[in-house]
């Protein structure tokens, strides 16, 4: 193996574990019977299609078709089996294992559907890879257990099992091919051998049967002048050649993500990544370079980010008056600069710090940016290829948002396409509206519609309550079948009223039209001028952009440092100013003595000049020679002597004048500069006073802030209400031009009976149709974001490749465990990941002793680095993402991806709680402290701990918990609070069950108040919805929770458990937006980690003590 693991490597480590999830089918408890094998074997039509009793029993439709779950046997049998071969956890681990293991319920072998005869569908017969994999485990053949040994087992399987239901067709007895009790048993047998698994002696249930009623499936209904193009126009297909190294085998129910696994696999066998893609940088074990936001250097690189040339030039067209915090827009910025050419980036968002918030910026980014390519066309057939698809250019654009969290995908975007999720002022903002309307609109059952006594059909859905009519088709949640068909369903064929008609004017609360009668309806504008009108407000966004680019200039020539420069070469120059004025009056008063002492050495030169000429004249007297020849020389003597100083004399003064003149213009050039020193100065902040007019309560950049200020985090640079609007108003134009596009688009008959025609058979399968990436291509420029689950990546996007889609979005990442990304980010040019590791962390799926012994087995010393159970999809993009800061959690230095810090949900005592325990208190509170001080329910009913003590009770369950749960929901309704306000969280599982089964079982009257009626249904519904383990509330909130924590004295072993992490409490607190309160032995919580503070926070009251 090399130095470090290959990509290969890692994902054929991951899918190894992936043998080992069970299947956790989702049966409707009314429809499905168990039949033991035993049965089978005693009667040979002890079957629902073959037997009128059990028919009548069950009451089973006689049009119902059947799905067998074959060979069933309960979860925890394997993980014994599991524990038996490589054993188990204890201590800590094991209660740790015990809560976050998904291991309660049966699972199965295998699965087959049956139709309404009884005749059983081969091409339906699905396996768990969880029996094959335990035998070969139980054999130590783990060195066997890779996909393409489990591949040639399958096809030996369906072999077997196509020579047995073949068997099955008699021409005599049983033409049809009618599967029989002794039939069923054969198979079952087929599958233990098929397995070698070590058959069970005592199974009570070898074989549940599930149905439907296929009669009563929902009929698609069309107009009929619009039958011809739900037939689309079949494009030629190309011979598929068999991928290289690609296994074909059966499908796996035990895993959503094995398929894909292979497939990248085989993928990278053809070709690797490249550095840059968002996959390798995910399987890559840590970044060479890291900017640490929280060091002295991180707010220059912030601002630097934030610089107005980096600003997105559409914003969602939320409350302009708002703007994003720091860090919010600088995630944002970052997003687009940093993935510009693709990659990864995560971006860390503690509770209720505006990860929606971030997304839907970013999403309105990219629709800008494709509208703005969209405007380069003369026209809409030039942006369509010959079969009706969006052109290459138009491409890249694509969103899609994953999550492991089915809740989290559906709720993102159920509330994107909300008129509450717009500002007042853009409120009028109209995309396919009705449409939208209808994809959220419900159903009115079929027997009201019965009791209509008039001819006319009665409308279809309920009207739409105000908080959930729809601005436009900005999102629809995809990805299983279901939600496929749901979303077809209403795009094509429902009508609400069908015999009105599609202009007659619609109230808000049943706006709802499908796509063709919105079609006929349109009166919006033609793409040439939508296109006019988005280039104008382009245009004038971009001017914008450009003043606010040139005040950034200007700001950085005005830092405090450039204007503290500026003045202290101000200063410097004025001083040599002084110098040089000092020094110039010297020279100037030593040029006057050398003039004096010039004049004098002349004179004495002329007077020397003179004897020399008297001299001259006695020369030649014989009596002068005699007499003053020494005179004479003497004379000449001086005369020389003073002429060479009368020399120097003038050098000297030449000099002192050069230097005068030297300084004089040295002097003219500093006095210069001072002058434009003072210009440049009162310019700057002439015009800094002059934007500021302009553009008011704007945040503007400064280093004198230190990160960790609270005014600096809660309000990003470069936004106010001008800049918000007009930035909005740009989105606003690129989805009308969308629109208009749209509506052209459906003139051209390649679009409209191709794409358009055959979007109803793609949604239903999308691999039945040619042209898959661009169907999804094109479906991206009518709904812009989809959402799925990862589990449904793999089928949905079947036939989509490396890269292919723009974006890919994960949302809650830190409870999602790596693998599950791995096929949407292969998928994806460009990954934002986000999330938060200090809430929810991933379910473990299987055995974790199993899993790192599958690890140390495939990645030997890397093992740890790459352990699926110890790291969540946030942590694996976390530790390779470039921008980030260390963060201490429980004394412990972690590296996080880009932090939000501005908190908008709790108040006090929830926020400072959570704040300071799990992230070390760098969280801000959007509101002044005053606004977020502490509240009481009534003066009776505050937050506060009940002191409640007992020891019985199952696990960690305690019955003096559930005493004084009935008695504190009884006060919160006796005080106005209403069921669906309250929220029961508890850390462990064998609480939650207890808890609901008390209410299940306990008489009315021990809550019921006498001025409020509480139906046994509401109860029922509200012990469903509202009472779970903290994994169950990740990403909700509400106004009260109440924490049920469990344990006694002696058995402290959960709570030490719970206490290990910040994850359990930090969540459980930020769920609370007003009220908390807490139900425990302060005794077994109140001196833990984190829990302390609790217990040292909230005021005590003594409930049951047992």
């Known amino acids: 193996m090399p130095s470090k693991p290959l990509p290969i490597d890692i994902l054929s480590a991951w899918q190894r574990i992936e043998f080992f999830h069970p299947y956790s089918p989702d049966i409707d408890s009314k429809k499905k019977l168990s039949i033991s094998l035993k049965a089978l074997k005693e009667n040979n039509n002890q079957l629902p299609w073959l037997c009128d009793t059990y028919r009548e029993q069950y009451k089973i439709p006689k049009t119902a078709a059947f799905i067998l779950y074959l060979g069933e046997f309960e979860k925890n049998l394997s993980s ?7 054993g188990s956890e204890t201590g800590q681990a094991k209660e740790e294992c015990e809560q976050r293991l998904s291991n309660e319920g049966v699972t199965y072998f295998a699965t087959l559907t049956i139709d309404n005869n009884g005749v059983p569908n081969i091409q339906s017969f699905s396996v768990s890879a969880l029996p094959w994999a335990l035998s070969h485990l139980q054999e130590k053949n783990e060195a066997e257990l890779y996909s393409a ?29 009618i599967m029989r009790a002794d039939d069923l048993a054969n198979l079952l047998e087929l599958l233990t051998q098929w397995a070698n698994y070590p058959k069970r002696h005592d199974w009570s249930a070898d074989v549940t049967i599930s149905w ?32 290289e190294g690609k296994i074909a085998t059966l499908p796996i129910l035990n895993s959503f993500f094995f398929t894909d696994l292979e497939t990248v696999i085989a993928d990278l066998k053809q070709q690797s990544l490249s550095p840059t893609s968002a996959l390798q940088r995910y399987l890559s074990l840590n970044n060479d370079v890291t900017h640490d936001l929280y060091t002295s250097t991180g707010l220059v690189k912030i601002i630097e980010q934030l610089h107005p040339k980096y600003m997105p030039l559409g914003r969602w067209p939320s409350n302009p008056q708002h703007t994003m915090s720091l860090m919010q827009q600088f995630a944002i910025n970052t997003a687009v600069k940093e993935l510009a050419n693709g990659g990864l980036l995560s971006v860390n968002g503690p509770p209720g710090t505006g990860k929606t918030t971030l997304l839907r910026d970013l999403i309105a980014h990219n629709i800008v940016e494709r509208a703005q390519k969209i405007a380069d066309y003369a026209i809409v057939d030039d942006t369509l290829t010959e079969q009706g698809f969006i052109i290459p250019a138009l491409t890249g654009y694509e969103m899609v948002i994953a999550s492991s969290n089915n809740a989290a995908v559906e709720n993102i975007s159920k509330e994107l396409p909300q008129k509450s999720a717009l500002g007042e002022a853009f409120s009028s903002l109209d995309y396919l509206a009705p449409v939208a309307n209808q994809v959220a609109a419900k159903y009115r059952p079929k027997k009201q519609n019965k009791t209509q006594v008039n001819s006319a059909k009665p409308p279809l859905y309920y009207p739409l309550e105000q908080k959930k009519q ?31 008609d599609n202009n007659t004017p619609r109230p808000d609360d049943e706006n709802f039209l499908n796509l063709w009668n919105w079609f006929k309806s349109y009166q919006g504008d033609s793409f040439a001028i939508a296109k006019k009108k988005f280039n104008q407000c382009w245009q004038e966004t ?77 020369r030649f007297q014989r009596l002068f020679r005699f007499l003053n020849k020494k005179a004479f020389s003497d004379n000449e003597q001086a005369l020389n002597n003073w002429q060479q100083y009368a020399g120097k004399y003038n050098k000297k003064q030449q000099e002192t004048n050069s230097l005068i003149l030297e300084h004089k213009n040295k002097l003219e050039k500093t006095q210069q500069r001072v002058q434009e020193y003072q210009q440049k100065i009162h310019f700057i902040n002439h015009h800094k006073s002059e934007l500021q007019e302009r553009y008011p309560k704007m945040t503007l950049p400064t280093e004198d802030k230190n990160i960790y200020d609270a005014d600096l985090q809660r309000t990003a640079f470069w936004q106010n209400k001008k800049i918000n609007t007009q930035r909005s108003k740009l989105f606003i134009a690129a989805m009308e031009l969308h629109q208009a596009w749209l509506y052209e688009a459906f003139h051209n008959n390649s679009f ?30 009518i709904v812009p974001v989809i959402s799925t689950t990862f589990a449904a990546v793999s089928r949905m996007f079947d036939g989509v490749g490396r890269e292919a889609f723009g974006w890919l979005m994960i949302d809650e990442a830190g409870q999602a465990s790596p693998q599950q990304a791995i096929g949407a980010i292969w998928r994806a040019k460009r990954v934002l990941v986000v999330g938060d590791p200090l809430q929810i962390e991933p379910v473990f799926t299987a055995s974790p002793t199993l899993v790192n012994h599958l690890c140390q087995e495939a990645l030997h010393q890397y093992a740890d680095s790459w352990n699926p159970q110890t790291f969540s999809i946030q942590q694996i993009a976390d530790r390779v993402n470039a921008w980030g800061c260390q963060l201490e959690v429980m004394n412990n230095p972690i590296w996080i991806g880009i932090p939000l810090w501005v908190h908008r949900r709790c108040i006090e005592p929830m926020f400072s709680l959570a704040n300071n325990m799990a992230y070390n208190g760098r969280m801000i509170h959007a509101d002044a402290k005053e606004k977020i001080c502490s509240c009481s329910i009534s003066d009776q009913l505050k937050n506060h701990w009940v002191v409640s003590k007992g020891n019985m009770g199952n696990k960690q369950y305690r019955d003096s918990h559930g005493k004084d749960l009935l008695t504190l929901v009884s006060r919160l309704i006796q005080e106005k609070s209403t069921l669906q306000s309250i929220y029961v969280i508890t850390p462990f599982k064998a609480v939650k069950t207890a808890l609901i089964e008390l209410l299940k079982e306990t008489d009315l009257s021990a809550i019921q108040q006498p001025a409020i009626k509480i139906t046994q249904k ?20 509400n106004d009260t929770v109440i924490f049920v924590l469990g344990c006694s004295i002696g058995e402290e072993g959960g709570a030490q458990w719970a206490a290990s992490k910040p994850n359990l409490l930090n969540v459980a607190l930020t769920r609370a937006k007003k009220y908390i309160f807490v139900i425990g032995d302060p005794d077994v919580w109140g001196h833990l980690p984190s829990f302390s503070d609790v217990a040292n926070t909230l005021p005590k009251e003594i409930g049951t003590l047992e």
Request: charged residues 30%; contains cysteine; glycine residues 4%.
């Open 1018 to 1037: 509401e109860i029922n519904h509200w012990a469903k919805h509202n009472i779970g383990t903290v994994h169950t509330f990740q990403g909700k909130e």
């Open 752 to 781: 409209k009976r191709n794409f358009i025609g055959g979007l109803a058979t793609f949604l239903d399968n999308p691999q039945k149709l040619p042209s898959i990436l661009p169907r999804w291509q094109t479906l991206a420029m």
């Open 542 to 618: 971009k001017a914008l952009q450009q003043e606010l680019h040139d005040f950034a200039e200007l700001l950085t020539q005005c830092s405090n440092d450039k204007l503290s420069a500026f003045e202290n070469l101000f200063s410097k120059a004025q001083q040599k100013i002084s110098k040089k004025t000092h020094r110039l009056k010297r020279l100037q008063y030593k040029q006057k003595l050398l003039e004096i002492r010039q004049n004098d050495i002349h004179a004495r030169i002329d007077e020397l000049e003179q004897q020399r000429q008297q001299l001259e004249n006695k």
């Open 470 to 500: 729809c601005w436009g088709l900005i999102s629809v949640a995809l990805g299983k079948k279901a939600n496929r068909s749901y979303f077809k369903q209403r795009l094509f064929f429902d009508e609400h009223q069908p015999s009105v």
């Open 212 to 243: 439907s009623d296929t009669s009563k499936r929902k009929k698609e209904r069309t107009v009929e002048k619009n039958k011809e193009v739900l037939e689309p126009v079949e494009e030629p297909e190309e011979e598929e050649e068999e991928e």
């Open 149 to 177: 040994n489990f591949a040639v087992s399958c096809e030996q399987l369906i072999s077997q099992v196509t020579t047995l239901l073949s068997s099955l067709q008699d021409p005599e007895h049983n033409p049809s091919g």
């Open 80 to 86: 014994s089996l599991i524990q038996n071969i490589v």
